[in-house]
């Protein structure tokens, strides 16, 4: 089965509503520092294309209960680089189209800008992840994915399509990210929702971390001094101070907050599932 039940984690922390999702393809080759798949998905920055993946997910569709959502995509990006040259996700859109399936879109590329005649035909909201506006910062963050002034231009463009757009930011670091939160949202205020998470560690994202930024974990480890399922949380007197500014300044210019595995408030919904038509 391609279409799986979301919530991977079975987190207590999870407040998404029920929904599918659907990965295109496996592995992600943005390669980000904070990456939580390479705990589960083997060569997890390697993309591999899915055998018989169409045809398949034809079959499945055809008994899908079209009241859901499915989500593409939370394990691995629909927008790999190889998809400009196999069209693979694109493929899946149209029979997304030809099922009248509701989807909801999350990606950190702006490939999908080629999709948006597509995408304007479907029951569907599209969203992009920005961690940071800083270019240099999300260059060491995600030293594959596509600068986030791309994303945030082919977001706009969907929008002037009609589409219901999103967007999250995530995750945010202390000390890092959340010195130009103000900057990325203010980029990002044309969207009608915007779901924010804090930086959560595992013993690999811990590792690459250190790699990367020595210093700046020096001070953050300190911080991290409460664990959920497998996960380190920040401190949570910071964590819930993060969250409430983050919130306070989301909703001060009329977009509506969400927060992932936080045990957070939500309005309407953490996703932005509650915009898919």
């Not at 390697?46 to 018989?52: A, E, I």
């Not at 569907?124 to 994915?145: H, W, Y």
């Not at 945030?152 to 009609?162: D, Q, S, V």
Request: some cysteine.
């Amino acid at each position: 089965m391609y279409i799986r039940p979301f919530d991977p984690w079975k987190s207590k922390l999870c407040t998404c509503p029920f929904k599918y999702t659907l990965n295109p393809y496996t592995g992600c080759d943005h390669a980000c520092v904070y990456c939580y798949i390479t705990s589960y998905i083997p060569k997890a920055f390697r993309v591999r294309v899915k055998d018989n993946l169409l045809p398949s997910l034809e079959r499945e569709l055809r008994k899908f209960d079209k009241r859901f959502i499915i989500a593409m995509s939370y394990s691995s990006d629909p927008y790999p680089t190889i998809e400009k040259e196999l069209g693979i996700t694109r493929r899946v859109l149209e029979l997304f189209k030809r099922y009248d399936i509701r989807c909801l879109l999350l990606t950190k590329s702006d490939i999908f800008e080629r999709d948006i005649d597509l995408l304007s035909e479907l029951r569907c909201a599209v969203g992009i992840t920005v961690t940071t506006i800083d270019e240099r910062k999300a260059k060491l963050l995600e030293p594959n994915a596509p600068p986030p002034k791309g994303r945030i231009r082919a977001l706009k463009r969907a929008k002037k399509a009609g589409i219901p757009v999103y967007a999250r930011i995530d995750p945010i670091i202390p000390f890092y990210t959340w010195e130009d939160f103000e900057e990325t949202l203010d980029a990002l205020d044309f969207v009608s929702h915007i779901t924010v998470s804090t930086l959560k560690l595992r013993p690999d994202i811990r590792a690459r971390m250190r790699a990367k930024f020595p210093e700046l974990m020096k001070i953050l480890e300190p911080l991290y001094t409460e664990k959920y399922e497998g996960y380190y949380y920040l401190r949570r007197d910071i964590r819930l101070q993060i969250l409430e500014k983050a919130r306070r300044l989301i909703e001060d210019r009329g977009i509506t907050f969400g927060s992932c595995r936080e045990g957070y408030y939500s309005h309407p919904t953490c996703d932005g599932s509650h915009l898919v038509p």
